[in-house]
Nanobody
Framework: QVQLVESGGGLVQAGGSLRLSCAAS????????MGWYRQAPGNQRDLVAT???????NYADSVKGRFTISRDNAKNTVYLQMNSLKPEDTSVYYC?????????WGQGTQVTVSS
């Protein structure tokens, strides 16, 4: 079993910053990629950013230039640095891991950006 635990969410004013963390633990034999997705009430769950085990990154157009994804392979941890936050970034952010033929999701962490 693999468990993903997100942390770092909270309430921040527009223009502020937050850093999310996602730590993977359990029977991890391989990781293809890890990433962050977000889902607001009434919306679908959309990609925010992904990073492969080799360090290749991919971002949604809406966050390019503001968000940065990084990882620590030794700790099986992925981070999302979020700068210049906007109210439309308000959502539940979910960590995702693809590895050993399985897809794993974290429980989600709430990010709220006030105007």
């Amino acid at each position: 079993q693999v468990q993903l635990v997100e942390s770092g969410g909270g309430l921040v004013q527009a223009g502020g910053s937050l850093r999310l963390s996602c730590a993977a633990s359990g029977s991890i034999f391989s990781i293809n990629y890890m990433g962050w997705y977000r889902q607001a009430p009434g919306n679908q769950r959309d990609l925010v950013a992904t990073i492969t085990s080799g360090g290749t990154t991919n971002y949604a157009d809406s966050v390019k230039g503001r968000f940065t994804i990084s990882r620590d392979n030794a700790k099986n941890t992925v981070y999302l640095q979020m700068n210049s936050l906007k109210p439309e970034d308000t959502s539940v952010y979910y960590c995702k891991l693809l590895g050993q033929g399985r897809l794993y999701w974290g429980q989600g962490t709430q990010v709220t950006v006030s105007s």
